[in-house]
């Protein structure tokens, strides 16, 4: 059964050729137009588009993205461009990251088979996101085991980046866009320099936003059958439990699914979406009831722990408030890249407030609800906002922009346009076209010195030297690193432990030292009990809440010292300790 939706008065003549056009049943005293001369007949799928200008229906062919060729060619010429550039000296750029270093770590730990992480798990995130990384880094870490670093396993976020990239543009095209808008959406997304230097890194965030990009395809299907919808709903909950912050985008995906299932069958695609979400999600808890970690505890981790830590973490700051956390998290998402931020959010909100009047923005209204929600909670007062949080709006920001450049085209080359059938063959007016090639060519003069100045250090510097140089001072200056031990962040653990030192109790990361009560159990002295600390940007900063860590540095001397700066790495000996260096 073919039914019907609403889709953009954008539409273009590509998608909308006489040769798709069939009678239209649910309006009486209307004839089909002619079809164009064809050998045989054809039967195209349809739906109905509104012009708002006529309040006028017209058939719109339905788009088969896996069998319409030119969509197939844009998107591999984007996924190509996209590839080369985020791939292009991803190991150099950007600095390697404790968060990286952790999940790699825990995806290490599943490998081996030590559990859900490398030391004790204590739901800090739920484990789906790593035990995902864990299967894509899986036959590279066993066919070259000493590959299994920071640096190098973040090819394996290309496969991620890759697939989002496609996923937003089907998405597009789903929700009505024209080709071209669809390749913007897309190009802004993959290319954008804060897409190129946070999809490259090892974070949960980007494998969540794959997820959600699926649900929302699934949800937004012309085919509108009943397992697509359910699917969206399974999807969602995956993406939910790879990174739990994106449970604010659940109620875009609820709003898109409603917006795009047929009225006869909507009660049971969103109930069975809803429910599937639910059940899939519910398996989080479930665990930790099985393994009587739910409930807090003073001897064992618990889930309420787990969410009680997340919740009382201390905030950043407000964003606006100059000097605070949030907004230099903010100064520094709109260093690599002002335009996407500010330019999406106000697309989204523009397409919000028409939702009466714009087909356009009602088709989008699920993406421009996903940047309003995530806009909202980036505001809150005193909320903890980390950098990678902005990993969550990219492709709904690069989606509400392509869809407000979409509308905008359109106003421009149809105002004011007669309503006869007929008219769709006829050619906008030169003026009006010329106007939209000098905006077009006035929007790319703009945004490409900025994307390319913001690439330059992505494409071209090295910011890991130094990391790389600490790994092989550890393996080649310490001449017993198995019965060495180590305080070094999660960034340099993987490497002194492929260089020898002994997990958990050799190589330590630092938190562990003060939190973790099997390490310190192994640490009687404290941190005497220690040989060297890894002194990083990281451990500096976090060390004044970290009695051992503190200790260690202060009673410790340099060694070797890597780069300058508050970005310097420097190998501390502890004070008396008997490493055997040579």
């Known amino acids: 059964m073919t039914t019907t939706l609403p889709t953009p008065e954008d539409t273009t003549p590509e998608d909308t050729t006489p040769e798709a056009t069939t009678p239209d049943a649910t309006t009486p005293g209307r004839s089909a137009q002619p079809a164009a001369v064809t050998t045989e007949p054809k039967t195209v799928p349809t739906q109905r588009t509104r012009d708002t200008s006529t309040g006028r229906t017209e058939p719109r062919p339905v788009i088969r993205f896996r069998s319409s060729r030119p969509d197939l060619l ?15 000296n991803i190991t150099g750029f950007p600095a390697l990251s404790d968060d990286e270093g952790t999940y790699l770590s825990q995806a290490w730990a599943i490998q081996q088979g030590e559990g859900l992480a490398h030391y004790t798990y204590w739901y800090d995130h739920p484990p789906l996101g790593w035990i995902q990384l864990a299967g894509l880094t899986y036959l590279p870490a066993l066919l070259v085991p000493e590959a299994m670093t920071v640096a190098t396993m973040r090819f394996a976020m290309l496969l991620i980046s890759a697939v989002s990239a496609v996923l937003v543009y089907v998405l597009a095209r789903r929700l009505f866009l024209p080709r071209w808008a669809a390749a913007l959406a897309t190009a802004l997304f993959g290319l954008s320099p804060l897409s190129v230097h946070f999809q490259r890194e090892i974070f949960l965030d980007n494998i969540a936003v794959m997820w959600m990009l699926l649900a929302f395809c699934l949800a937004a299907s012309p085919r509108r059958h009943l397992w697509h919808q359910f699917g969206a709903g399974v999807a969602g909950a995956v993406s939910v439990l790879s990174k739990e912050t994106m449970l604010l985008v659940l109620p875009a995906l609820l709003l898109t699914l409603w917006r795009h299932s047929h009225r006869d069958t909507r009660k049971f695609a969103v109930t069975g979406a809803v429910t599937s979400c639910a059940l899939i999600g519910l398996m989080y808890p479930l665990y930790a009831l099985l393994n009587n970690e739910f409930f807090a505890s003073p001897h064992h981790v618990s889930l309420i722990d787990g969410i009680r830590y997340q919740l009382s973490r201390p905030g950043s700051g407000f964003l606006l408030d100059v000097g605070s956390g949030s907004h230099k998290t903010f100064e520094a998402w709109l260093y690599y890249d002002p335009v996407l931020p500010f330019a999406g959010a106000a697309a989204a909100l523009l397409l919000l407030l028409a939702l009466r009047w714009s087909v356009t923005a009602r088709a989008l209204a699920g993406p421009a609800l996903a940047v ?33 450049a979409a509308s905008a085209v359109h106003a421009i080359l149809h105002r004011r346009r007669t309503a006869r059938p007929d008219d769709k063959a006829v050619r906008p007016p030169r003026t009006r076209r010329i106007a939209v090639a000098a905006l ?35 393996e080649e200056r310490v001449g017993d690193p198995a019965s060495t031990r180590v305080l070094v962040d999660d960034a340099l653990w993987l490497d002194l432990v492929h260089a020898g030192y002994e997990p958990s109790v050799g190589a330590i990361w630092f938190y562990k030292a003060d939190l973790d009560p099997k390490v310190t159990k192994t640490m009687p002295r404290g941190w005497r009990d220690l040989d060297y600390v890894v002194s990083t940007l990281t451990v500096r900063r976090d060390a004044p809440t970290l009695p051992n860590v503190q200790a260690a540095l202060a009673n410790s001397a340099p060694v070797a010292v890597f780069g300058t700066g508050e970005d310097r790495i420097e190998i501390r000996r502890i004070t008396g300790s008997t490493a055997d260096t040579r």
């Open 74 to 88: 844009i998107c591999l010429g984007l996924l190509t461009v996209i590839v080369l550039v985020q791939g292009w």
């Open 372 to 404: 309003a929600l995530l806009t909202l909670v980036a505001f809150r007062p005193d909320g903890y906002l980390p950098a990678m949080y902005v990993i969550q709006a990219l492709p709904f920001l690069a989606l509400v922009l392509a869809g407000a």
């Open 440 to 474: 077009a060519l006035t929007a790319a003069a703009l945004l490409t010195p900025r994307w390319v100045e913001g690439n330059h250090d992505a494409l071209t510097q090295d910011a890991n030297k130094h990391y790389r140089a600490a790994a092989a001072w550890f």
